[in-house]
């Protein structure tokens, strides 16, 4: 099975920060890896799929980059809204067991 | 507007069994394959099970294997998960996800709002 790890685990900002998460994958997964945000009792929401192609709607200040075992997550310009806890997620398995990150929780400093 | 709504949830004794239900709307609900998704209380997201369009192909983690269902009513717009032999360790908010395969690739771009099972006696 594929792991994934992600650093920090949670981090203090305050807004108008540029926040950078990391994700690593224990084999190589191309650029197979979405970024999902989630807030306290919502569902989690589809930030950045395949690497770096940002989802519709989401604002253009969260960008991802990165390929092979080595993902980040950049927020440039932390906004209110984006204190929330952020999860990587490998889909080279997909169809079967694609797995999640143990997620990167922003707070406010 | 895309929407997907789950029901089913609920407080079950272990060894028990419980279907989830996830009703689709604003989309075409038979060009996509759909997931389950569960997180324990305080704990991170643990992909469940995925099936496709038309459910002719189905995938599980391996902790459900064997005891969970993921079936679809195309003509319905609903995603089902039978849950059967319950543990304590299936207590989980359960989230239905829209999943676009491509190219090898897949991302859950619609999530419901979840629905909340424990199991304890």
């Known amino acids: 099975d594929i792991q994934m790890t992600q650093s920090p685990s949670s981090l203090s900002a305050s807004v108008g920060d540029r926040v950078t998460i990391t994700c690593r994958a224990s084999?190589?997964?191309?650029?197979?890896l979405n970024w999902y945000q989630q807030k306290p009792g919502k569902a989690p929401k589809l930030l950045i799929y395949?690497?770096?192609s940002l989802q519709i709607g989401v604002p253009s200040r969260f960008s991802g980059s990165g390929s092979g075992t080595d993902f980040t997550l950049t927020i440039s310009g932390l906004q209110p809204e984006d204190f929330a806890t952020y999860y990587c997620?490998?889909?080279?398995?997909?169809?079967?067991?694609?797995?999640f990150g143990p997620g990167t929780k922003v707070d406010i400093k | 507007e895309v929407q997907l709504l789950e029901s089913g949830g609920g407080l079950v004794q272990p060894g028990g069994s419980l279907r989830l239900s996830c009703a689709a709307s604003?989309?075409?609900?038979?060009?996509?394959?759909m997931s389950w998704v569960r997180q324990a209380p305080g704990k991170g997201l643990e992909w469940v099970s995925l099936?496709?369009?038309?459910?002719?192909?189905?995938y599980y983690a391996d902790s459900v294997k064997g005891r969970f269902t993921i079936s679809r009513d195309n003509s319905k717009n609903t995603l089902y998960l039978q849950m059967n032999s319950l543990r304590a360790e299936d207590t989980a908010v359960y989230y239905c996800?829209?999943?676009?395969?491509?190219?090898?690739?897949?991302?859950?771009?619609?999530w419901g709002q979840g629905t909340t099972v424990t199991v304890s006696s």
């Open positions: 996800a829209k999943t676009r395969i491509s190219s090898g690739s897949s991302n859950m771009d619609v």
């Open positions: 604003g989309f075409t609900f038979s060009s996509y394959a």
């Open positions: 099936i496709s369009g038309s459910g002719g192909s189905t």
């Open positions: 084999q190589s997964i191309s650029s197979y």
């Open positions: 395949s690497a770096s």
């Open positions: 997620q490998q889909s080279y398995t997909t169809p079967r067991m694609v797995t």
